[in-house]
């Protein structure tokens, strides 16, 4: 089950939602808009590798706007700060974002449950794209879970702007795995 806008606004009240800070007007009938922040990040080098950290950059977005590239990823974050420990969050792009053939989130649309921080942005784009600071590009649903709560408590916890791949970090536990 998804909840509705106003159990959103509810839940958020009695603090089982964090969405810092908090818009009315950004609540949908079974969302809430989030927006751009002003910092992009991109990786450096032609070729990237799940086996270590990525060269990685980071620029902040002036009043001109950033050009977003086809053919490569960008990482951007949402304002705000977003989680719950009691529902499942879910991050979608806008369809009016889409609609330019912007991509925000590639595949990992899914916030942990006991998750909060900033949203980190995957986009992707189809040709180039002008992006802005407090561009409303993505909304995110929240989700009932059943089941004993096994809250988040990983390497993305409390993100703060955009956050490069950490997948590197999994290496040990996957060889150990494979031994």
Same mark, same amino acid.
């Given at each position: 089950?998804?909840?509705?806008?106003?159990?959103?606004r509810e839940e958020r009240a009695a603090g089982r939602i964090t969405i810092?800070?908090?818009d009315p007007g950004s609540v949908n009938p079974d969302s809430y808009n989030i927006t751009l922040g002003a910092t992009i990040g991109y990786y450096t080098e032609a070729v990237l590798d799940t086996r270590r950290p990525n060269t990685y950059e980071t620029v902040e977005i002036g009043p001109e706007g950033f050009l977003l590239e086809p053919d490569r990823i960008y990482l951007g974050?949402? &304002?705000? &700060?977003?989680?719950s420990d009691h529902y499942v969050p879910t991050m979608h792009g806008r369809s009016g974002f889409a609609r330019l053939g912007g991509y925000v989130h590639v595949?990992? @649309?899914?916030? @942990?449950q006991g998750s909060v921080g900033q949203l980190t942005h995957m986009l992707r784009v189809v040709q180039p794209l002008v992006v802005y600071p407090g561009d409303s590009i993505a909304q995110v649903d929240f989700r009932v879970v059943l089941g004993e709560p096994m809250l988040y408590r990983g390497k993305y916890q409390g993100s703060r702007g955009p956050m490069p791949s950490r997948i590197h970090l999994d290496a040990p536990r996957a060889l150990a795995a494979a031994s």
């Open positions: 089950m998804i909840l509705t806008g106003p159990k959103i810092e800070p908090f974050h949402s &304002v705000e &700060v977003i989680g595949t990992a @649309d899914l916030i @942990d």
